[in-house]
């Protein structure tokens, strides 16, 4: 805003000069009010008496000084903790000189509404970068592995015990390096106890291994064989997985059942695991509740991305199944072909000791030794197909259904919250009721359920937005997370392929001077 600073009005001006002054003033105001919102704030080469700072509404802000031009909070609409709204209704008031009238311009402009956009970004990006800040600062050194299975006990009621090896420098260990032995059994239990105290807070609780009657069956009969072994193997190494995911878990870190699995000694036989007990059957019975309330629920959904969000878990886990069903068909194919290069090694090897041409039969046994060679690359590229991607995708399969669950434990305290507003609105009918009807011998008591209600109903709106929050920082750490192991085991996947080939062309070249010697 421009003003001519070396004259000074006359305490009675003319009207003809207050009239072309005011259109003069107009005129500036508006040419710079254009820009006033728009971050482009224009200078002027003057000052007023007053000193206004040529740039009074830049982009951060800044401060206006009591000496210099105030914005009238009252009218504007302006609060310090609610920004969004900065620009949506100012009235600006500039002094333009001491002892001239203040000139009050209105300027009504409704901020629209794709600006909130751009808010609400900007916050979750925050909060996003804070808590992968938060995460960085808590990593510490815990290195878990499950060893040495072996079978304890004989007949239907032997069992497998691994041995859990733990080396860590946190301090809430007793000691830096301990081990224990634990059955399948106990790590079902830890998961049961970490599933009820943290899965109704949002927490994505990772999941043990399913279990395996038939596998178990060939275990405990005694019944000594490759897929006996393979199945140990497999479950050994899916246990280990599972605890590693568990302590990467802050809030699970934490938990006192946790530090006891790992520690102590001896652990209480966890009984509800098993599938035929009485704790197994109302599991199945509240499973079957679970589903059913879940189709009768039709929640409200406020928040775009938690919905979005869902629908990107449920057509992942469908992808996973079907990419999960084509990797357990080649692990089979890699078996049969195994098995076939077997018998055709066999079959060479008879031929070459029966052919009368000594070169031919030269040839013909280095071919035989060449398809062994084959037998157990292929042997090995079946491993790595299974340990290194097939168990993987399913891995990731039980941990989306985990992540299901927690969306389920959402639905479930914002149905917990409306049934309360729900109440809290009949308490108050009744009140309407007793009022109406003059019986003050019972409206002390409706008053009182209806504070209690209304404490209830705020509680249950905090427990809302608390595990709204929740679910939001699960969901990203688990993003993070599954990229990160994606990432290890495909690449691992590959440079096992990679050598399988390198090592099968190499075996082919060797043999490739025997079979052009053949005369």
């Not at 090592?503 to 005369?519: C, G, M, Q, S, T």
Request: glycine share 2%.
């Amino acid at each position: 805003m421009e003003a001519n600073t070396e004259r000074s009005s006359p305490p009675f001006p003319d009207p003809m000069d207050r009239e072309m002054n005011s259109d003069k003033l107009e005129e500036e105001s508006d040419d710079e009010g254009e820009d006033i919102f728009t971050g482009n704030t224009k200078s002027t080469s003057d000052t007023s008496v007053n000193d206004v700072p040529a740039d009074i509404f830049t982009e951060e802000g800044s401060g206006i000084t009591p000496q210099s031009t105030r914005v009238q909070q009252d009218t504007n609409g302006v609060r310090s903790d609610d920004e969004q709204d900065l620009f949506a209704e100012a009235t600006v008031e500039l002094s333009i000189d001491k002892n001239t009238t203040r000139e009050r311009k209105e300027m009504s402009r409704p901020s629209p509404s794709v600006q909130d956009v751009p808010y609400k970004s900007t916050m979750a990006s925050k909060s996003l970068e804070e808590w992968e800040e938060e995460e960085s600062r808590d990593k510490f050194e815990l290195n878990i592995a499950v060893t040495n299975p072996e079978k304890v006990g004989d007949g239907m009621n032997a069992y497998m015990a691994y041995k859990v090896s733990t080396q860590t420098t946190l301090p809430m260990f007793k000691n830096s390096t301990f081990s224990v032995k634990r059955r399948f059994s106990d790590f079902l239990g830890l998961y049961e106890k970490l599933l009820v105290k943290h899965a109704h807070h949002g927490y994505i609780v990772p999941p043990p291994p399913e279990k395996s009657v038939m596998g178990m069956t060939k275990v405990k009969v005694g019944k000594e064989d490759h897929s006996s072994a393979e199945f140990v193997e497999r479950r050994r190494a899916a246990l280990e997985r599972y605890l590693k995911r568990v302590v990467a878990h802050q809030s699970l870190l934490q938990d006192p059942d946790v530090r006891e699995f790992l520690e102590k000694d001896e652990l209480p036989r966890a009984v509800s695991t098993q599938a035929l007990s009485g704790a197994g059957f109302l599991k199945m019975i509240n499973k079957a509740s679970d589903a059913v309330s879940k189709m009768t629920i039709k929640m409200n959904e406020s928040d775009n991305w938690f919905e979005e969000k869902f629908q990107e878990v449920e057509n992942e886990e469908q992808q996973l199944r079907k990419l999960h069903a084509v990797v357990d068909a080649l692990v089979n194919h890699r078996k049969d072909l195994c098995l076939n290069t077997a018998v055709f090694a066999k079959s060479m090897a008879m031929l070459g000791t029966s052919e009368d041409n000594t070169a031919l039969s030269r040839a013909l046994s280095q071919l035989a030794e060449v398809e062994d060679k084959m037998e157990q690359l292929h042997q090995e590229q079946a491993c790595s197909d299974f340990f290194l991607f097939a168990e993987l995708l399913a891995d990731y399969i039980r941990l989306l259904g985990a992540v299901r669950n927690s969306f389920d434990q959402r639905m479930k305290t914002w149905q917990k919250w409306q049934d309360a507003q729900n109440t809290l609105q009949k308490k108050r009918e009744v009140e309407a009721k007793l009022l109406w009807a003059n019986k003050p011998d019972k409206l002390q008591q409706a008053k009182d359920e209806i504070t209690e209600w209304e404490a209830k109903v705020t509680q249950y709106e905090r427990d809302f937005e608390r595990i709204c929050t929740t679910v939001r920082q699960e969901v990203l750490r688990f993003e993070k997370e599954k990229a990160r192991d994606f990432k290890i085991y495909i690449v691992k996947y590959l440079e096992a392929l990679l050598l399988s080939q390198q090592r099968l062309i190499k075996y082919w070249e060797a043999f490739l001077p025997e079979a052009k010697a053949i005369v």
